[in-house]
């Protein structure tokens, strides 16, 4: 497919100037810190003990390590999804202003690929290289904390994929962004813009008695409506840390909200691109 065809010459492309490089070695050195800085002794002395006393001491039950870890878990999943989502934005600002740069833009419409084809070639793109990011730094963090403690948590690894369905509702703005204004910049605060108003939008039911009741506490519901619950996916993330059950109805609805906000958004990409002449 002509989409396919796109997405990969963006990874090749994102090959050719080193950001993949560039992503692995930004995201192994911050693994490498957490592997140096964390401090676990007291979790070592509960596996010890554990071990040495059958679970029991004289002076009551131990702890089992992987809940003395649930906190641990709980803020590396608060990290990697937030700290995935700053650092996507701002890594990825670049790709769809790059695609309208004089001289290339006018390359690929010279080739039997549609301008809608090239947007949705990009975002795939982007998403692949966002998930393929977050994936790493969350499985890597499960590692670390396995090698040090012998706990597995899948927490990070939940918190990744998440953070990535999050991403294209923030990217895809992006994208439309840039179709008005060629800036990385502009493009970046849009998403920052976003990122923001998505987790107020985590919290719109507990924040709208804060408005007076008429205008202002309908016209806050009505804005925050249609935006993706950016603090509501870190929430489930969170669940999974603290090995509580997770709503399946409720992710399926925000995952399909966010779904339908991104293309939503990806739909005006496209109309507006398909209006301008180069």
Same mark, same amino acid.
């Given at each position: 497919?002509?989409?396919l ?9 994102? /090959?050719?100037?080193?950001?993949i490089?560039a992503?692995?070695?930004?995201? %192994? ?5 957490a ?7 007291? #979790?070592?002395?509960?596996l $010890?003990?554990? /071990?040495f ?10 702890? @089992?390590?992987? #809940? ?5 878990? &709980? ?11 700053? *650092? ?7 790709? $769809?202003?790059?695609?309208? @740069?004089p001289?290339r833009?006018?390359?690929?419409l ?6 809608? &084809?090239l947007?949705?070639?990009? *975002?795939?793109?982007?998403?692949a ?22 706990? *597995? ?17 923030l990217?895809?703005? +992006?994208v439309?962004?840039? +179709?008005v204004?060629? =800036?990385?910049?502009?493009s970046?605060?849009a998403?920052a ?8 939008? !985590?919290?719109?039911? =507990?924040?709208?008695? +804060?408005?007076?009741? !008429?205008l =202002?506490?309908? @016209? ?19 669940? #999974? ?8 109805r409720?992710?399926? #609805?925000?995952?399909?909200? %966010? ?5 939503? @958004?990806?739909a005006?990409?496209?109309?507006l691109?398909? /209006?301008?002449?180069f």
């Amino acid at each position: 497919m002509r989409v396919l065809a796109v997405t990969r010459d963006l990874l090749r492309e994102a /090959r050719a100037r080193k950001w993949i490089l560039a992503l692995v070695a930004g995201a %192994t050195g911050l693994l490498l810190l957490a592997g140096f800085g964390l401090e676990l002794e007291v #979790v070592d002395g509960a596996l $010890a003990a554990t /071990r040495f006393f059958g679970g029991r001491t004289p002076y009551g039950a131990i702890r @089992a390590a992987d #809940v003395a870890l649930r906190p641990l878990f &709980e803020a590396t999943s608060y990290t990697v999804f937030y700290g995935g989502l700053g *650092f996507g934005i701002l890594a990825c600002a670049d790709f $769809a202003p790059a695609l309208l @740069a004089p001289g290339r833009i006018e390359h690929l419409l010279s080739l039997p690929v549609r301008r809608a &084809e090239l947007v949705v070639g990009t *975002f795939l793109g982007v998403e692949a290289l966002v998930l393929g990011g977050a994936l790493y730094g969350g499985l890597g963090l499960s590692l670390i904390v396995l090698a040090k403690t012998g706990v *597995f948590g899948w927490a990070p690894v939940v918190a990744a994929l998440l953070a990535a369905a999050a991403f294209a509702g923030l990217y895809a703005v +992006m994208v439309a962004t840039a +179709m008005v204004v060629r =800036s990385a910049a502009l493009s970046a605060a849009a998403g920052a813009v976003v990122f923001v108003a998505g987790i107020v939008a !985590g919290f719109r039911a =507990s924040l709208a008695p +804060m408005f007076e009741r !008429g205008l =202002s506490r309908a @016209a806050f519901l009505l804005l925050t409506a249609p935006l993706p619950r950016i603090s509501e996916l870190a929430r489930h993330a969170a669940r #999974v840390a603290n090995a509580l059950p997770l709503d399946a109805r409720q992710l399926v #609805v925000q995952l399909g909200g %966010t779904a339908l906000f991104a293309g939503a @958004a990806l739909a005006l990409a496209v109309a507006l691109f398909e /209006r301008r002449d180069f």
